[in-house]
């Protein structure tokens, strides 16, 4: 416990009132002294409105502790790398709140159904399987967005102007291409021989 434990234990104020409780006859309280030397001297001094009951002992207000009564106590403890401020006030770390640093709280929240939770001393967004990002902010395609293609939903890609498909995979020519020929980019057609021309329309003659 130690001496400054014992101390408080033992000590009120000036006195401590022993009662005995169960029995009606029993002697409401009686006022017992306790070992004060008023010369005594304690260097450095007690803290915190502490008092010097003996030469190098003090005896501490409520809320506080240490040999010089210099840490203030917080019940229940803070937690989270929280610290104790005054009695019953934490300062808290980034990423948690309430008045013992037990509440988890991510900047700017998390978004699609994420969870704050504290992760090795720090929160963070706990994100669903469709969703990343530190806010899960970020759609997830599995499929991949091809061409310049954006994931905007999970599993949807907003495709470029001249691309379709579910990972803009798919080009798209204004203009069908003729005679076989296959739509490769943009309005443009690669053609089987013996065609040819921006939309394989023109046969090759043969010599």
Not at 21 to 49: E, I, L
Request: charged share 20%; net charge positive; glycine share 16%.
């Amino acid at each position: 416990m130690g001496v400054v434990g014992l101390a408080s234990a033992v000590l009120l104020a000036a006195s401590v009132a022993l009662c005995s409780a169960g029995r009606a006859d029993a002697p409401r309280g009686v006022a017992v002294g306790f070992v004060f030397d008023p010369k005594a001297k304690c260097d450095p001094q007690c803290d915190h409105g502490g008092i010097c009951i003996r030469n190098g002992t003090c005896f501490c207000s409520k809320g506080y502790e240490g040999e010089t009564c210099q840490y203030a106590n917080c019940y229940p403890k803070c937690k989270n790398g929280g610290a104790c401020l005054r009695p019953g006030k934490c300062r808290c770390p980034p990423g948690f709140g309430g008045r013992y640093c037990h509440k988890v709280t991510c900047d700017g929240g998390c978004w699609n159904g994420g969870e704050c939770i504290a992760v090795n001393g720090a929160a963070k967004c706990i994100c669903p399987s469709s969703w990343a990002g530190s806010k899960c902010q970020e759609a997830i395609c599995p499929q991949g967005c091809r061409n310049g293609g954006i994931c905007v939903a999970p599993g949807i890609c907003s495709c470029p102007e001249g691309w379709l498909g579910g990972a803009c995979h798919t080009a798209v020519c204004a203009q069908s291409c003729l005679n076989g020929g296959k739509c490769i980019s943009p309005d443009k057609c690669r053609c089987r021989p013996p065609f040819s021309g921006p939309r394989c329309e023109e046969r090759k003659k043969s010599h």
